[in-house]
């Protein structure tokens, strides 16, 4: 099962850009990277998702490396309201067993 | 829509006690998954059901049953409730079938206390 590795907490400016990477050495070919955010103890929020190209949404950007083992989330222009807990996850066991790892707590300041 | 709803959003039970949490979605959604969080914790898997009548274990399914007898309803099933349950469950659904993005949708959590 492809696991995920993140930095356990990182703090950002308000508006600047938070650079959150994930490293995701043993992903299958097939298999998405997802990025979710936990503000306080609400459920998980979907940020995006990608398989091998860049991504780009209103919320954010997602940059996946050529050789896929790795990924960054970037919020281009941070504020205090994107303080939260960020999750990368690649989907496991098939495309359906769904884990979450510890996550990166991110701090944005003023 | 009402997305995924999930009830109750609090209980306390006292240790040995058993308890369904109710879960439903209302988008056809043909996958399902129990999470539980810990406070300060990341979220773990307990069980997941890909369909109507299949379900599989997840991270950490000890002490919790479920079933699938419907696409709308997952329940978890607590048996002889513990402390170490103490925790807020999340109930989530997707349908990457269709082709949709597998966009996981959340419900508002079930807070549970086992004294």
């Known amino acids: 099962d492809a696991k995920t590795t993140q930095p356990p907490s990182m703090d950002c400016a308000e508006g600047r850009a938070a650079n959150l990477p994930c490293n995701h050495s043993t992903i299958s070919g097939n298999e998405y990277v997802y990025w979710y955010r936990q503000i306080h103890s609400q459920g998980p929020q979907y940020i995006i998702h990608g398989l091998k190209n860049n991504e780009t949404n209103e919320m954010a950007s997602l940059i996946i490396t050529e050789d896929r083992k790795s990924s960054t989330l970037i919020l281009p222009h941070a504020t205090l309201r994107d303080t939260a807990v960020y999750y990368c996850?690649?989907?496991?066991?098939?495309?359906?067993?769904?884990?979450f790892g510890t996550g990166t707590q991110l701090k944005v300041e003023l | 829509n009402a997305g995924v709803t999930q009830t109750p959003k609090f209980r306390i039970l006292k240790i040995g006690q058993s308890m369904t949490l109710q879960c439903a979605q209302d988008m056809n959604h043909n996958y399902m998954y129990w999470y539980r969080q810990d406070p300060g914790m990341g979220l773990k898997l307990i069980y997941y059901s890909v369909g109507a009548g299949i379900t599989d274990k997840g991270e950490v399914p000890n002490g919790y049953n479920v079933s699938r007898s419907t696409t709308e309803d997952f329940p978890l099933r607590l048996e002889l409730a513990a402390p170490s349950q103490t925790s807020v469950y999340f109930c989530a659904s997707t349908d990457r079938d269709r082709g949709h993005t597998g966009e996981l949708f959340f419900g508002e959590g079930s807070r549970l206390t086992v004294l």
């Open positions: 996850i690649v989907l496991t066991g098939g495309g359906n067993k769904l884990t």
